[in-house]
């Protein structure tokens, strides 16, 4: 009886702390949102928007009658209810924005009770992605409109907005993001479908994200499979037109003409109207030209001409596309009707609202094209001069635009790590006031329940604030990251610029210096100059990054020093004699042949900066490499010793840091990051580094090396560019590439050096190359091709050939060390880009030729081998 009179105690006392909690309870728990507005989805999703997406131009004429018709109404409701309709239905012009901004005003000035017309006509003025009128809502303003009249189904057209006002600033991820949140806001299958097909759009006119042709390709395939067999014919048709653009852009010429057959007839029909059904038009007409289907080109561009446009782009690209069909005609009416063309081009490139500079770049390079085909050399100069111009414009405002952009995102991660703060202080404070409300209710049933709950708060309380710290911390390093990123972007821009912007002027006069033998030698010897630095700067920040960020394995082997001493004495050995130095490679005796063991490339990377640095601030007397043992016996000393004036004692600690040139007049070129790498790369190895400078008595740095246990292997003679051979000697190359410039210059260098070399864009374009018994020596492969990558499509070509253990060079410019694992399991050597020719020739040859008993394989080849 007395156990039964505890538990009803007990029960009673649960009871009353539930009572007590149940407030705090259900204001935790109470869900957010709004209610559904069936009347505005029915009338403005189901209806105007879905209109659109059926049949532009039926849904433009019912839109423009209605919006005739209300111009006489008292109601101002139904004014605004048919612009909104006029402005969904119908494509952006000066007319449209003079009516947005009439609306939106009106809109406006009749308050709070027409805020769902508000949000209507800024909901279809979002739809269409071009620069805002002067009064619309903007993206802060528009949201909150939209939270206040609570239907969810509202952040559709929200997201929308925020998409299209990151697409226009050139923020095209962001943009992205926001029409895949939109995407998820669908309450409708063509919702969801025009979401997917912004995603697509998006990434379509990105120049940012690289190679995307997969995911549009997907998208725009699950958005096709959604109103396939519906009446929504103007999505569909763009859908299609679109997808129409990804299957040509990669090379699927009978798949993108088959979609171009299904898209004409609606086109024909009015789906997408006469604005947009003229670009369309215009559009199949070009890639039918670039097919080489110049008849079928030429009367499907009469019949897109015939279509009513005032819009500048469609006009340009009109002319443009006309230019180019005629000129691949060549005949003289196709020239005089070309005059007419380039006139017409020129009046609509005066036009104030054409005025952006990629659209005039693209214009001029049609003309250009147009008057080479045509033999007017003149005109077509000065047309890819203007060209030329108008695309430094464009890259100079995508630069600025870039930089915006990484300044936003900088301010957006300092907010973020703000508000991390914040919440962990909120968390903290909001812990401890539960804890609190705890407490009270438990001092109703005694002081031991109350204790016990007080302890649960402290150490809440105690782990909330060990969390709070850790965030701090790492949002402290997380700064002097990004601090050190934005450094390495600035200095990188800056020192890039100088043999970019060389080249850039040699390309001017090229075809000056090839009419004169003596100038071109000498302009050829600039351009390969301003080629080297380029691509040295660029080897230092691949290293620098893969430092930096933890992503470089080192692969550990015996390094032979009689092959490494022979590569700094050729490497530097002329550049030391032009400044009147010399330069002295002394390896002790018996030192000579040794073997160390290190990772080869960042070695030589190491070697080669100490001794270019050495060169560069030293002006007279020698640079002097030697080679000693070290007292232990276990290793030698490599020192690189110059007689330069030596280093202020103030500053010997800044030499090894980023970015520091201790003479920038004296160090005109590179990026001061050389020691910088040296420093990183002999920290990663083990290798301990010395340096010693007495002011006015030149510099010496050492690098103890441990010495390897296997036999040294026998000294190879340096390689050397290969010269023509017969084909015996030479071998047989495969080029995989998808860029044609690419691919086609290898391959001619390749050639030159008396290899024999079959080029393509994938293993089936190469296995079409083969016959009669003939199998390729070494593949050479970008890891970036149209819809696959250089390994999957090694792996092919392997088993087509049944050659399983086909050497493999994979040349990339991407430094994720995931890459290189894959490749060394697939035994495929590694290079990164640029490759130097020279370093091209030497991995070509120790491929073909592998040493004698060397197990490694060419997966343990790096790019410096």
């Known amino acids: 009886m007395a156990r039964h009179e505890s538990r009803r105690a007990g029960g009673r006392w ?72 006029y402005l969904m239905a119908t494509s952006a012009t000066a007319t449209d924005c003079r009516l947005t901004d009439e609306s939106l005003a009106l809109a ?70 926001f029409t895949a949140q939109q995407r998820e806001q669908a309450i409708t299958d063509v919702q969801t479908a025009y979401a997917l097909y912004q995603m697509a759009l998006t990434d379509s006119v990105s120049t940012a994200l690289g190679d995307r042709t997969d995911n549009m390709r ?21 859908i299609m037109f679109l997808l129409f653009r990804v299957e040509f852009g990669a090379g699927h010429r009978d798949t993108a003409f088959a979609l171009m057959n299904q898209v004409q007839p609606l086109l024909r029909g009015g789906a997408l109207g006469d604005e947009t059904g003229a670009f369309t038009a215009i559009q199949f007409a070009l890639a039918l030209a670039i097919a080489g289907r110049l008849p079928q080109a030429l009367a499907l561009y009469d019949e897109g001409a015939r279509w009513p446009t005032q819009e500048p782009n469609t006009l340009a690209m009109r002319n443009s596309t006309l230019l180019e069909i005629l000129g691949r005609v060549k005949t003289p009416e ?61 890259q100079a405002l995508a630069n600025e635009t870039a930089r915006a952009e990484l300044r936003e995102k900088l301010d957006v991660a300092a ?29 109703a049933v005694g002081v031991l329940a109350t204790g016990a709950a007080l302890a649960l708060a402290v150490r809440r309380g105690r782990r909330l604030a060990a969390v709070s710290a850790e965030l701090a911390q790492r949002n402290t390093e997380l700064e002097q990251l990004s601090a050190s990123r934005i450094r390495m972007l600035a200095a990188a821009c800056h020192d890039l610029r100088q043999p970019a912007h060389a080249l850039g002027m040699l390309a001017e006069l090229g075809a000056d210096a090839q009419r004169d033998p003596d100038r071109f030698g000498t ?64 390896p002790a005796p018996g030192l000579a042949e040794v073997d160390i063991v290190s990772d080869r490339h960042l070695l030589r990377r190491i070697v080669f900066n100490l001794v270019s640095n050495a060169v560069k601030y030293t002006d007279t007397g020698f640079v002097r490499v030697k080679l000693s043992a070290d007292a232990t016996g276990r290793a030698v000393q490599l020192a690189v010793q110059d007689s330069g004036p030596g280093i202020p004692p103030d500053k010997l600690d800044d030499v090894f840091r980023d970015y520091v040139r201790l003479n ?24 301990s580094l010395q340096l010693v400078s007495p002011p006015g008595e030149g510099t010496t740095v050492s690098l103890r090396l441990p010495l390897s246990d296997a036999p040294p292997a026998a000294a190879a003679a340096p390689a050397s560019t290969p010269v023509a051979m017969g084909h015996a000697a030479r071998g047989v190359l495969a ?47 970008d890891l970036h091709l149209d819809g696959s990558d250089g390994l999957a499509e090694l792996a092919r070509l392997r088993q087509a050939l049944q050659l399983p253990g086909l050497p493999a060079l994979l040349v990339t410019g991407d430094l994720d060390a995931a890459i290189t694992e894959q490749a060394q399991a697939a035994q495929v050597c590694v290079a990164h880009k640029p490759l130097a020719p020279r370093k091209l020739s030497a991995l070509v040859q120790r491929l073909l030729t592998p040493p004698a008993g060397d197990g490694n394989g060419p997966g343990a080849l790096t790019a410096s081998a």
């Open 735 to 781: 080029v995989l590439e998808n860029d044609v410039d690419v691919r086609e210059a290898m391959a001619a260098l390749l050639r030159r050096w008396g290899y024999t070399v079959h080029a393509g864009g994938d293993a089936q374009a190469l296995l079409a190359q083969f016959g009669g018994g003939e199998t390729p020596d070494l593949v050479v492969t």
């Open 14 to 85: 649960r009871g009353w702390l539930a009572c007590l909690l149940l407030p705090a309870q259900v204001a935790l728990a109470a869900p957010s949102g709004g209610s559904i507005d069936q009347a505005w989805r029915d009338g403005f999703v189901m209806g105007s928007f879905a209109d659109a997406m059926r049949h532009a131009a039926r849904a433009e004429k019912r839109a423009a009658a209605a919006l005739e018709a209300a111009k006489g109404s008292s109601d101002p409701r139904i004014r605004l209810r048919a612009a909104a309709d």
């Open 415 to 443: 907010k973020e790590q703000e508000n991390a703060r914040l919440k962990a202080d909120a968390e903290l404070q909001a812990a401890r006031q539960r804890g609190w409300i705890v407490a009270f209710a438990i001092a």
């Open 664 to 687: 920038p007049m004296q160090a005109a070129e590179g990026l001061g990051i050389g020691l910088s790498i040296v420093r990183r790369a002999s920290e990663l190895l083990g290798h």
């Open 334 to 394: 196709a020239h005089r009707r070309g005059l007419e063309a380039l006139q017409q081009l020129q009046q609509v490139m005066a036009d104030p609202a054409f005025g952006i500079p990629s659209r005039v770049a693209m214009s001029k390079r049609y003309a250009a094209r147009f008057h080479e085909a045509f033999g007017d050399y003149r005109e077509a100069l000065a047309a890819l001069k203007a060209a030329n111009e108008a695309g430094t414009e464009a």
């Open 523 to 586: 302009w050829l010897a600039r351009v390969q100059r301003s080629t080297a630095a380029l691509a040295e700067m660029l080897d230092e920040l691949m290293d620098l990054g893969r430092l930096d960020g933890g992503h470089y394995a080192p692969q550990l082997s015996p390094v032979s020093m009689h092959e490494l001493l022979q590569e700094v004495k050729l490497h530097f050995e002329g550049l030391a004699a032009r400044k009147g130095l010399r330069l002295e490679v002394l």
């Open 108 to 177: 406006r000035s009749l308050g709070p009770a027409y805020e769902r017309e508000l949000f209507d006509l800024s909901a279809a003025a979002s739809i269409v992605n071009r620069k805002p009128c002067k009064t619309e809502l903007t993206v802060t303003e528009f949201d909150a409109l939209g939270q206040r009249l609570g239907d969810p189904a509202r952040q559709y057209f929200v997201l929308q907005a925020k998409a299209a006002e990151a697409s226009r600033a050139g923020r095209f991820n962001d943009a992205i993001q």
């Open 218 to 238: 997907g998208w725009l395939q699950q958005a096709l499979a959604l109103v396939e067999h519906s009446d929504f014919e103007a999505i569909r048709a763009s």
